[in-house]
């Protein structure tokens, strides 16, 4: 699988919006990049994945650069419940597992 | 509806005990994960069931770790003659098929163990 590279944490102010980066420079044609985050004492949950177009749903925005090594995911309006470990994946299509890094530590401040 | 539910919560045992942990997926889901997260640290994979097979058991550390889903819906991940080093969260997940993108993961609270 791929490496990511992740910055260990990152602050955002509350109603702000949170761009939260990724490098994927190995990534393969055929893997997909997946984004989980993991609240305080919860499993992780997912948040979005894309392959090379942006994606937008109702949590998040993810854009992946035309070469794509690396990504950015964006909340756009954080609030202090996104205060959260998140998890930037690369998944070979096909594949099963989930292979975590250490992730980005997002803290929302008030 | 439900989501993926484990048991126990908290799991304190002494070295050498055996364990059970349990996992509950969402109804209906084929797909079964373990995974195991050591404090600090991103879960790590342990293995994956599809149906009632392990399809790809490579994550688990040793001889000592079992994991079972006979009827292809619960499953128990047994530990036997347990060490201070196995003390983790052991995360259970499930999805709704195997292959394919958009298979997401949806992760239970996990079972917390402690090795003393």
């Known amino acids: 699988d791929a490496k990511t590279t992740q910055p260990t944490s990152m602050d955002c102010a509350e109603g702000r919006a949170a761009n939260l980066p990724c490098n994927h420079s190995?990534?393969?044609?055929?893997?997909?990049v997946y984004w989980y985050r993991q609240i305080h004492s919860q499993g992780p949950q997912y948040i979005i994945h894309?392959?090379?177009n942006n994606e937008t749903n109702e949590m998040a925005s993810l854009i992946i650069t035309e070469d794509r090594k690396s990504s950015t995911l964006i909340l756009p309006h954080a609030t202090l419940r996104d205060t959260a470990v998140y998890y930037c994946?690369?998944?070979?299509?096909?594949?099963?597992?989930?292979?975590f890094g250490q992730g980005t530590r997002l803290t929302i401040n008030p | 509806g439900a989501g993926v539910s484990q048991t126990p919560s908290n799991k304190v045992t002494e070295k050498g005990k055996y364990v059970e942990l349990r996992c509950d997926p969402i109804?209906?889901?084929?797909?079964l994960y373990w995974y195991r997260q050591s404090l600090g640290q991103g879960p790590e994979f342990l293995i994956y069931?599809?149906?009632?097979?392990?399809?790809?058991d490579s994550g688990l550390p040793n001889d000592r770790f079992f994991a079972v889903r006979p009827e292809g819906s619960v499953s128990t991940l047994k530990i036997q003659r347990t060490e201070r080093g196995d003390s983790a969260v052991y995360l259970c997940?499930?999805?709704?098929?195997?292959?394919?993108?958009?298979?997401?993961?949806?992760f239970g609270p996990g079972t917390r163990l402690t090795v003393l």
């Open positions: 069931f599809q149906g009632t097979g392990a399809a790809d």
């Open positions: 109804s209906g889901h084929t797909a």
């Open positions: 997940a499930s999805s709704a098929a195997s292959g394919g993108p958009n298979n997401e993961q949806f």
């Open positions: 994946i690369v998944r070979p299509q096909g594949a099963q597992k989930l292979v």
């Open positions: 190995t990534i393969s044609g055929n893997e997909y």
């Open positions: 894309g392959l090379k």
